[in-house]
């Protein structure tokens, strides 16, 4: 039996069941995490299989961020890689303990660049679209995102959820 298809975020692998409570597991159903969401994203665009509905659990979404901002981020990544993915993966968990540690995958620079300088655009057709966002999110600006997705998608604006949308 065919199942959903989840797209992992940026330094992670398998963190999916962290997001069973807001999935379907459907077969027609793409999802996809922070980074993950870009790339589930763009399979819907790409693909011929049928696809019902797309969750976008915090999406990264950088269409606010100017581009000394991201270069910085790049430049920093460079400088010192270990440093950097600690620092995202404590940020990314916050406000909860860091649990992200049981999910890690080596981050890269491609990925990075990627999720930093993604254009969203509204092209997708006759997908329901679901986009998940924490209110105490410290790595994108959710209130830009809502407004950005809320033209397209159904978005769940969760109170006192950070980037991986987990109970404190």
Not at 102 to 116: D, S, V
Request: glycine share 4%; hydrophobic share 35%.
């Amino acid at each position: 039996m065919a199942t959903m298809q989840f797209f992992s975020g940026f330094c992670l692998s398998g963190e999916s069941e962290l997001f069973a409570s807001f999935l379907t597991s459907s077969e027609y159903e793409v999802a996809g995490f922070s980074l993950g969401a870009i790339k589930a994203y763009e399979y819907c665009l790409n693909t011929t299989k049928r696809v019902d509905t797309l969750t976008l659990l915090s999406p990264a979404f950088f269409l606010d961020r100017d581009e000394k901002f991201k270069r910085l981020q790049l430049l920093h990544f460079k400088k010192n890689k270990e440093k950097y993915i600690k620092n995202f993966l404590t940020n990314a968990s916050l406000p909860c303990k860091n649990h992200l540690e049981n999910y890690f995958f080596e981050g890269r620079y491609e990925e990075l660049e990627l999720l930093l300088n993604y254009k969203w655009d509204k092209k997708l057709k006759d997908i329901d679209i679901k986009v998940y966002l924490g209110s105490e999110d410290k790595i994108i600006n959710t209130k830009e995102a809502n407004n950005f997705f809320k033209e397209f998608a159904t978005t769940y604006y969760l109170k006192e959820k950070g980037h991986t949308i987990c109970k404190p």
